[in-house]
């Protein structure tokens, strides 16, 4: 049986720099922010234009994807508010999410495909934002806001940095005086609420924005506050939390006894948070011996149509944590299909060598990724910002299998690595984060960009995530001093 452990009690360290050696870029180490350097870099630019000239065709649906959203066509005009609700009376938040979605994927095509009519448009989308809105409103849903468009806006005006004609300045002040302060509310008061009311999205979203605003405006603090959140954050978001317990190879999400559009809807996220901190040189991928890969594969296995094993969950809701428990894994909106494996896929199956069959099976499934607009009209389909088989998509830097997922394992969680909370300490929410017990409420520097490096631990037979001074050394001997030595803990149960 697994263990129950208060999160209160738990301890981890809040260091925020636990690089892989060599694997992940040194610039946010070196005092330097990498410029594009959220969810893409240059490098990947480079790699995705010499893939569609040579006509690679997993490229090629990628790319056929992206031209034909609507929301990336270059006659899309903004239609920016001063006031954005979400939540309660008056929503008007599709008006903000559909014009930050137009402009994150002309900013693609610009970039990609060099079309200056598309690069203008993306500007003017994030320019007349910047310049027109003041408030974002609503009951607690707000905060999803914030959290969701706040980071998704920050990729966009990321990646029209330097572009003729676009205002960093008055992005940077948007997301400063806006966006952060709602995203730094949530994350200190959760809404008034108990700190385990909110299900894991509601913090993921948050600690996206919050690092994305952080690397658009180079400011550390922020960047730091989000990795250190994201290692042993007291919400169900920081990852101990949002895997809290462990089935041999898998880890059982968060948010798994209450439906799966929310647990895949999380895994994206955290997919998201992973990869813009491993391209400032932070290794989130990799914490706790991969424990994110655990819980994908088990969100992957499930929504697969395969079973898993399920612990009981229990955890406190509302103003004075009430008791809640589920006993069984939730079967709602099992197999849904969003935009978010190819990321996650990528990381770990190409860049790092490390086996992930369920969530290899699911990223075919869904491959070519479309984005926002190609799932659904609602909100959920605006959730990811997409097109991962274009973006994501790399030679692997180590040879590794994907194997077919084959028979659950032991449904005994380990006790080894596990977290839980006891009664009275994990889920909940408001209309699309929870319970109804939730309560209601009011300049770059030098571009850095990073190559993919296989670990010397995988080299070596260490095993993933295993990595050594010495297997280091021999892998930047190998490469003639090139790789940037850093120990990073495989899994240390003082911290």
């Given at each position: 049986?697994?263990?129950?452990?208060?999160?209160?009690?738990?301890?981890?360290?809040?260091?925020?720099?636990?690089?892989?050696?060599?694997?992940?870029?040194?610039?946010?180490?070196?005092?330097?922010?990498?410029?594009?350097?959220?969810?893409?870099?240059?490098?990947?630019?480079?790699?995705?234009?010499?893939?569609?000239?040579?006509?690679?065709?997993?490229?090629?649906?990628?790319?056929?994807?992206?031209?034909?959203?609507?929301?990336?066509?270059?006659?899309?005009?903004?239609?920016?508010?001063?006031?954005?609700?979400?939540?309660?009376?008056?929503?008007?938040?599709?008006?903000?999410?559909?014009?930050?979605?137009?402009?994150?994927?002309?900013?693609?095509?610009?970039?990609?495909?060099?079309?200056?009519?598309?690069?203008?448009?993306?500007?003017?989308?994030?320019?007349?934002?910047?310049?027109?809105?003041?408030?974002?409103?609503?009951?607690?849903?707000?905060?999803?806001?914030?959290?969701?468009?706040?980071?998704?806006?920050?990729?966009?005006?990321?990646?029209?940095?330097?572009?003729?004609?676009?205002?960093?300045?008055?992005?940077?002040?948007?997301?400063?005086?806006?966006?952060?302060?709602?995203?730094?509310?949530?994350?200190?008061?959760?809404?008034?609420?108990?700190?385990?009311?909110?299900?894991?999205?509601?913090?993921?979203?948050?600690?996206?924005?919050?690092?994305?605003?952080?690397?658009?405006?180079?400011?550390?603090?922020?960047?730091?506050?989000?990795?250190?959140?994201?290692?042993?954050?007291?919400?169900?978001?920081?990852?101990?939390?949002?895997?809290?317990?462990?089935?041999?190879?898998?880890?059982?999400?968060?948010?798994?006894?209450?439906?799966?559009?929310?647990?895949?809807?999380?895994?994206?996220?955290?997919?998201?948070?992973?990869?813009?901190?491993?391209?400032?040189?932070?290794?989130?991928?990799?914490?706790?011996?991969?424990?994110?890969?655990?819980?994908?594969?088990?969100?992957?296995?499930?929504?697969?149509?395969?079973?898993?094993?399920?612990?009981?969950?229990?955890?406190?809701?509302?103003?004075?944590?009430?008791?809640?428990?589920?006993?069984?894994?939730?079967?709602?909106?099992?197999?849904?299909?969003?935009?978010?494996?190819?990321?996650?896929?990528?990381?770990?199956?190409?860049?790092?060598?490390?086996?992930?069959?369920?969530?290899?099976?699911?990223?075919?499934?869904?491959?070519?990724?479309?984005?926002?607009?190609?799932?659904?009209?609602?909100?959920?389909?605006?959730?990811?910002?997409?097109?991962?088989?274009?973006?994501?998509?790399?030679?692997?830097?180590?040879?590794?299998?994907?194997?077919?997922p084959s028979a659950p394992p032991?449904?005994?969680?380990?006790?080894?690595?596990?977290?839980r909370a006891s009664a009275g300490?994990?889920?909940?929410?408001?209309?699309?984060?929870?319970?109804?017990?939730?309560?209601?409420?009011?300049?770059?520097?030098?571009?850095?960009?990073?190559?993919?490096?296989?670990?010397?631990?995988?080299?070596?037979?260490?095993?993933?995530?295993?990595?050594?001074?010495?297997?280091?050394?021999?892998?930047?001997?190998?490469?003639?001093?090139?790789?940037?030595?850093?120990?990073?803990?495989?899994?240390?149960?003082?911290?």
């Amino acid at each position: 049986m697994p263990v129950s452990v208060s999160r209160r009690s738990v301890v981890l360290g809040g260091a925020a720099a636990l690089v892989g050696l060599g694997a992940a870029p040194a610039a946010a180490a070196a005092g330097a922010f990498a410029h594009p350097g959220m969810l893409h870099t240059s490098a990947d630019f480079a790699r995705i234009k010499k893939d569609l000239a040579a006509a690679d065709p997993v490229a090629t649906s990628g790319w056929q994807r992206l031209t034909a959203n609507g929301r990336s066509h270059s006659t899309w005009r903004p239609r920016p508010l001063a006031t954005v609700i979400r939540g309660g009376t008056g929503q008007n938040y599709s008006q903000f999410y559909l014009d930050v979605h137009a402009a994150y994927q002309n900013a693609l095509r610009w970039r990609i495909g060099g079309d200056t009519a598309n690069g203008d448009t993306a500007r003017d989308i994030l320019n007349a934002w910047s310049r027109t809105l003041t408030v974002v409103a609503g009951d607690a849903d707000r905060f999803l806001a914030a959290g969701i468009y706040g980071y998704q806006f920050a990729n966009a005006a990321e990646l029209m940095r330097g572009y003729d004609g676009f205002d960093l300045a008055a992005a940077q002040a948007l997301l400063r005086t806006v966006f952060y302060p709602m995203n730094d509310d949530f994350l200190v008061r959760h809404n008034t609420a108990c700190i385990t009311n909110y299900w894991a999205n509601w913090d993921l979203c948050t600690i996206a924005s919050i690092m994305a605003i952080g690397i658009l405006c180079d400011d550390q603090a922020l960047v730091t506050r989000a990795v250190d959140y994201a290692r042993s954050g007291a919400g169900n978001g920081s990852i101990p939390h949002a895997v809290p317990i462990l089935h041999d190879s898998l880890g059982q999400w968060q948010e798994s006894g209450r439906d799966q559009g929310h647990s895949v809807m999380g895994v994206g996220l955290l997919g998201a948070v992973c990869e813009m901190a491993w391209n400032q040189g932070v290794d989130l991928y990799g914490y706790d011996d991969n424990r994110f890969l655990k819980g994908a594969e088990y969100v992957a296995r499930y929504n697969l149509g395969l079973d898993v094993p399920f612990a009981p969950y229990s955890w406190g809701t509302g103003q004075r944590c009430a008791p809640r428990q589920q006993t069984v894994i939730s079967a709602s909106a099992r197999g849904q299909l969003r935009p978010v494996w190819e990321v996650i896929f990528n990381h770990y199956v190409r860049r790092r060598g490390v086996p992930a069959p369920n969530v290899s099976a699911m990223a075919t499934r869904v491959r070519a990724e479309g984005g926002g607009g190609d799932y659904g009209p609602a909100s959920g389909g605006y959730d990811q910002l997409g097109f991962g088989t274009l973006l994501f998509t790399r030679a692997a830097a180590v040879a590794a299998a994907a194997r077919t997922p084959s028979a659950p394992p032991s449904t005994a969680a380990s006790r080894s690595g596990s977290v839980r909370a006891s009664a009275g300490a994990s889920p909940g929410g408001a209309v699309e984060a929870g319970p109804t017990e939730a309560p209601t409420g009011s300049s770059g520097s030098a571009a850095v960009d990073p190559p993919d490096l296989a670990l010397a631990g995988q080299q070596s037979g260490l095993g993933a995530g295993v990595e050594t001074i010495a297997g280091g050394a021999a892998v930047a001997a190998a490469l003639g001093g090139a790789l940037l030595l850093r120990l990073r803990n495989r899994r240390n149960p003082a911290e």
